[in-house]
């Protein structure tokens, strides 16, 4: 016999029923973001045109690769700008 008060069986219903609750779980660049549903826990990131998709680990390793390509020209651009601030 199945338990109804199984919470991963709760959380789906609820979000099938009323839709998901996401909040921003991390900021990959300045346009591309991944959210998580705060019920079920499902995980979307913004594609190119800024639409929410399912996190694959496809697009992990290229949220991934975006990542660390975005931080490293933000500290170039940074270091940059503090030296011609010092010049």
Same mark, same amino acid.
């Given at each position: 016999?199945?338990n109804?008060n199984?919470?991963? %069986? ?5 979000c099938?029923?009323?839709? #998901? ?8 660049t300045? #346009?591309?973001?991944?959210y $998580? ?8 990131? $913004?594609?190119? #045109?800024?639409d %929410?998709?399912? %996190? $694959? ?9 975006l990542?660390?390509?975005h931080?490293k020209?933000? %500290? ?7 030296v011609?601030s010092?010049?």
């Open positions: 016999m199945e109804s199984n919470p991963k %069986l709760t959380a789906k219903l609820y099938a029923l009323f839709g #998901h609750n996401y909040f921003l779980s991390k900021k990959v300045y #346009h591309i973001k991944e $998580t549903c705060k019920s079920c826990k499902k995980q979307v990131t $913004t594609n190119v #045109h800024g %929410l998709i399912d %996190l $694959t680990p496809k697009y992990k390793e290229i949220n991934s690769v990542e660390r390509v931080n020209r933000k %500290l170039r651009l940074q270091n940059k700008s503090n011609s010092i010049i």
